[in-house]
């Protein structure tokens, strides 16, 4: 079994197809060697998006419905050219500067333009994916968002402190490292860890 359970972080009671999402660990360093890949950390919402015989939900990470909250994100899931499919990734508002926005995402109107930068591949057609390796997952996913209104999270195939060295001199959150081969676990994980700039400043 794949997914763990959590302690409730929520009055509600999570809905019988939410599935918790990694959870990076956090660490000082990225990790070295060609085992990892390194993807830009955005400052923005986490979501688990699905869709399911034509219906659209948008969780959060503590499985609150944020549907009617992203409604730009809503419509790009409509447009997947599958009838059932599970994401996670990020909602985010991105500045002319690739800089995520995160005051203007916790506004209505910022809300409304906010754009989703998927990352992981969870269920596709019935089929649970997350047992399958971290790249095969991905190079699904891309080829999943190719041509509609959902981002793709570019992963970075160089040295961690090199990638970390040039995310903290563009002024960005940081980087999340992800071990190639691992499969996808609920909860806290160690096969994912992220590294902040501790310079950071949201913009």
């Not at 409730?8 to 809905?15: E, F, L, N, S």
Request: contains cysteine.
């Amino acid at each position: 079994m794949l997914w763990r359970s959590s302690p409730a972080r929520t009055r509600r009671t999570p809905p019988a197809d939410f599935v918790i999402p990694a959870q990076p660990t956090l660490v000082t360093r990225p990790p070295a060697g060609d085992q990892w890949v390194h993807e830009v950390k955005h400052d923005g919402y986490r979501l688990l998006a699905r869709k399911q015989a034509g219906q659209v939900t948008l969780w959060s990470r503590h499985a609150t419905d944020l549907t009617d909250r992203f409604p730009r994100i809503a419509e790009a899931m409509r447009s997947l050219p599958v009838d059932d499919v599970l994401l996670d990734g990020e909602a985010v508002v991105l500045r002319p500067d690739g800089h995520s926005d995160f005051a203007a995402l916790r506004t209505t109107r910022g809300a409304d333009a906010a754009q989703f930068i998927a990352f992981d591949l969870l269920h596709l057609d019935g089929e649970d994916r997350r047992k399958l390796p971290l790249e095969i997952r991905r190079a699904e996913l891309e080829a999943l968002v190719d041509g509609v209104d959902v981002m793709f999270s570019e992963a970075i195939e160089a040295e961690g402190a090199v990638v970390f060295e040039k995310a903290v001199e563009l002024g960005l959150e940081g980087i999340v490292c992800k071990r190639l081969g691992s499969p996808y676990w609920s909860g806290p994980v160690r096969n994912w860890v992220k590294v902040k700039n501790p310079d950071f400043r949201r913009r």
